[in-house]
């Protein structure tokens, strides 16, 4: 059973252009939902988060919008950069006394010149 | 850089074998996360750690194993290696509550053959 659904599995953009990556999940006891970036070879890199009782968080050119009552979140980037090309997972977390984090598949972002 | 160091970068061994990968947390930080990434799978949550004790098990199969030592760092152990354990390991940390950032190593690529 997968908790969390991402889409689209793989994006194209223009540069300059807005890259948009939507998450749905299921468990109503998730309490924490972050996004993470990923370059071939490296490990998965923080790039923000939120939490369910914000609607919206924006750091720099990245925003997250966040739905509670439709259980759904997403990921909007900005001015897209050639540089932002990676793959983007989101996740996220259950409450309780650990803080396991669930995933979703990842969306390869390709932002072209 | 995390501040999240694993060792080996790379694994390569025989259907059979067991190895050890080792994990070293950001300064500070109490838990202890182990993932593993697959193309069929994704990123997956094995197994977490707070301040030496198991906390979750996630879909970690009984002949992987891990534990958390004195001065924080971690070892997972993966044992009668088949060719399907060939993946990703990401070794997390994070500074525990009220924190819920988790921070990834660089992983190591475990490929059995």
């Known amino acids: 059973q997968q908790q969390v659904k991402q889409s689209p599995q793989s994006l194209i953009v223009q540069k300059g252009g807005i890259s948009i990556i939507n998450c749905a999940y299921e468990?109503?006891?998730?309490?924490?939902f972050p996004w993470y970036q990923q370059f071939p070879g490296k490990g998965p890199a923080l790039l923000i988060a939120?939490?369910?009782?914000?609607s919206e968080k924006k750091e720099g050119r990245f925003t997250i919008s966040f739905n509670k009552s439709a259980k759904q979140f997403s990921l909007h980037i900005m001015d897209s950069q050639p540089g932002d090309s990676a793959t983007y997972f989101c996740?996220?977390?259950?409450?309780?006394?650990?803080?396991?984090?669930?995933f979703g598949k990842g969306t390869l972002l390709t932002v072209n010149p | 850089d995390s501040g999240v160091t694993q060792t080996p970068k790379h694994l390569i061994t025989a259907t059979g074998q067991r190895v050890t990968l080792r994990c070293s947390p950001r300064?500070?930080?109490?838990?202890v996360y182990w993932y593993q990434q697959s193309l069929d799978q994704g990123l997956q949550f094995l197994i977490q750690?707070?301040?030496?004790?198991?906390?979750a098990k996630g879909n970690i199969l009984e002949r992987f194993s891990a534990q958390q030592f004195p001065d924080l760092h971690s070892e997972l152990n993966l044992s009668s290696l088949e060719l399907g354990d060939s993946a990703l390991y990401f070794c997390?940390?994070?500074?525990?509550?009220?924190?819920?950032?988790?921070?990834f190593g660089p992983g190591t690529r475990l490929t059995v053959l």
């Open positions: 997390a940390s994070s500074a525990g509550r009220p924190e819920p950032e988790q921070f």
């Open positions: 468990n109503t006891a998730f309490d924490y």
């Open positions: 939120i939490r369910p009782d914000v």
């Open positions: 996740a996220a977390r259950s409450g309780g006394s650990n803080y396991k984090l669930t």
């Open positions: 300064s500070g930080d109490l838990s």
């Open positions: 750690y707070y301040n030496g004790e198991e906390r």
